[in-house]
């Protein structure tokens, strides 16, 4: 089977920007969430790319085309592109898309009629605009769209990149999730689900969690074919080894208290990598803090991983930035492979006291070593699930 | 009733606006050379009927090529 390399990464998070600030700082133990939303405070878009491209994107777009410029110079891509334009995709992933254009727009249209909608209204909201513009910014001419299942966008979109390149469609593919939903609208809705946090605080497993805390941001990675990586050589980071994505089937909102969907995506995307659950060093979670989805994804990963479930460390990193919605999965595959590299686990911040059977290690306070046995491989899994009943499983190898 | 310099001022800063370079505007520019294109060109539309009440149909839009064109057909109208 083609093996497929991570070779470029770049991240915009609201603990600041770029894909090392992001682990270096998580690691650290800083938290980039402020009253109560996780922000992209350090952000200015024309910091990083002209007026017109700036104007031409929606701020989901604008945090993915930076992403992309970093992850593409990451790559050694920034002196050109290394294969035919046509053999790259540009897949990238959102939860809702340019929802602050379609705000403004709506509140354009109510107080002065249609004709106060602007032309660049459809070109900024539309959900494959972050994938459109990528490729736009960069000339990528091959397999170019959007994926959208909430808040497991990006690790879809990440999936079907590797799915891209292992079939042939593409030798590379420049593949992530973006999101840009702190808007009033926003804010009210899923304040109207009451999935947000009330507190303003992100404890993922704690027994205090009361909600999700919103954040934004994007996460860009470069897929290639292994062998043409090797081949131009190329830095490797990580192997996307394996995806497995299932449907819940069960409601809307609220995941299945079974767990199995989830369960049966773990397991899928570590048979997709040949792996066996005792490979699995460390998980990055979904780790919401709402209290549903932490329940469910505990009971998750004891049926996926049976007893090695207890020796893992289970860390989220929506304890320091938040949920980043159709960008979560794609930042926090980054997030993973920095962790592998690093060998060193960041923690779950807040986190303090146990809720009776969310018994796991969730590796509270601090970040800790990775050790590694005798020819364990660094492998992690990275889970990610969504309204809708969406659940997408990555696994990720460090090289 | 608009005067032609206030056109010409709207015209120019929303050029410059939508990422054309500020001291490349003038009137003999081509609009392609400032990197405007046909959806800057539905923004422009869009202020100059708010602004001046002049209605640009897409067979106007398809005249202008440069700086000046714009001016003077909205400066004929207005």
Same mark, same amino acid.
């Given at each position: 089977m083609v093996e497929v390399v991570v070779t470029g990464i770049g991240a915009v998070t609201p603990l600041g920007i770029g894909a090392s600030t992001l682990y270096e700082r998580w690691a650290a133990g800083v938290c980039g969430i402020e009253d109560g939303e996780g922000r992209c405070r350090e952000f200015t878009a024309t910091e990083h790319l002209s007026v017109k491209d700036a104007r031409r994107a929606d701020r989901f777009t604008q945090f993915a085309l930076v992403a992309s410029i970093e992850a593409l110079a990451s790559a050694g891509w920034d002196e050109g592109l290394p294969y035919e334009a046509t053999r790259i995709g540009s897949i990238v992933g959102t939860g809702i898309g340019g929802i602050g254009t379609i705000e403004a =727009? &709506?509140? $354009? #249209?109510? %107080?002065?009629?249609?004709?106060?909608?602007?032309?660049?209204?459809?070109?900024?909201?539309? /959900? =494959?605009?972050?994938?459109?513009?990528?490729?736009?910014?960069?000339?990528?001419?091959?397999?170019?769209?959007?994926? *959208?299942?909430?808040?497991?966008?990006?690790?879809?979109?990440?999936?079907?990149?590797?799915?891209?390149?292992?079939?042939?469609?593409?030798? !590379? *593919?420049?593949?992530?999730?973006?999101e840009a939903a702190l808007t009033p609208l926003s804010r009210a809705a899923f304040g109207a689900l009451d999935a947000l946090s009330t507190s303003g605080v992100s404890r993922p497993f704690d027994a205090r969690r009361d909600g999700f805390v919103m954040g934004e941001g994007a996460g860009v990675l470069v897929l290639e074919n292994g062998d043409a990586a090797r081949a131009r050589g190329a830095?490797?980071?990580?192997?996307?080894?394996?995806?497995?994505?299932?449907? &819940?089937?069960?409601?809307?909102?609220?995941?299945?208290?079974?767990?199995?969907? $989830?369960?049966?995506?773990?397991?899928?995307?570590? %048979?997709? !990598? /040949?792996? +066996?659950?005792?490979?699995?060093?460390? *998980? =990055?979670?979904?780790?919401?803090?709402?209290?549903? =989805? &932490?329940? $469910?994804?505990?009971?998750? #990963?004891?049926?996926?991983?049976? +007893?090695?479930? !207890? @020796?893992?460390?289970?860390?989220?990193?929506?304890?320091?930035? /938040?949920?980043?919605?159709?960008?979560? /999965?794609?930042?926090?595959?980054?997030?993973?492979?920095?962790?592998?590299?690093? @060998?060193?686990i960041p923690p779950t911040l807040g986190w303090a006291e146990r809720d009776g059977d969310l018994d796991l290690d969730y590796v509270p306070d601090r970040a800790r070593a990775l050790e590694l046995g005798d020819g364990q491989r660094p492998l992690a899994i990275s889970n990610s699930f969504g309204f809708g009943g969406h659940n997408a499983v990555l696994c990720l190898e460090a090289r | 009733m608009a005067e032609p310099a206030q056109i010409e001022k709207v015209i120019t800063d929303s050029l410059i606006s939508f990422g054309a370079n500020a001291e490349d505007v003038n009137r003999d520019a081509e609009l392609t050379a400032l990197d405007i294109d046909s959806l800057d060109l539905a923004e422009l539309s869009q202020i100059i009927e708010e602004q001046f009440g002049v209605e640009l149909t897409s067979a106007d839009v398809a005249e202008i090529h440069t700086v000046g064109d714009a001016i003077d057909i909205v400066v004929e109208r207005a």
């Open positions: =727009n &709506d509140l $354009a #249209l109510f %107080e002065g009629g249609p004709k106060h909608v602007s032309p660049l209204a459809v070109p900024l909201m539309m /959900g =494959n605009a972050a994938a459109a513009a990528v490729s736009m910014r960069h000339g990528l001419k091959g397999p170019c769209f959007g994926t *959208v299942s909430a808040c497991s966008s990006g690790a879809d979109a990440i999936g079907m990149a590797i799915r891209a390149i292992r079939y042939g469609d593409a030798v !590379a *593919v420049v593949t992530g999730g973006a830095r490797i980071l990580a192997v996307a080894s394996g995806y497995g994505a299932t449907a &819940d089937a069960h409601h809307v909102t609220a995941p299945a208290p079974s767990g199995e969907g $989830a369960a049966a995506a773990i397991a899928r995307s570590l %048979e997709d !990598a /040949g792996a +066996q659950p005792s490979d699995v060093v460390y *998980v =990055n979670a979904h780790g919401t803090s709402t209290p549903l =989805n &932490d329940r $469910a994804e505990t009971v998750a #990963l004891k049926t996926a991983l049976g +007893q090695h479930a !207890a @020796k893992v460390p289970i860390s989220s990193t929506k304890s320091a930035i /938040g949920h980043l919605l159709g960008a979560a /999965g794609a930042v926090e595959a980054i997030a993973t492979i920095l962790a592998l590299r690093a @060998k060193l | -």
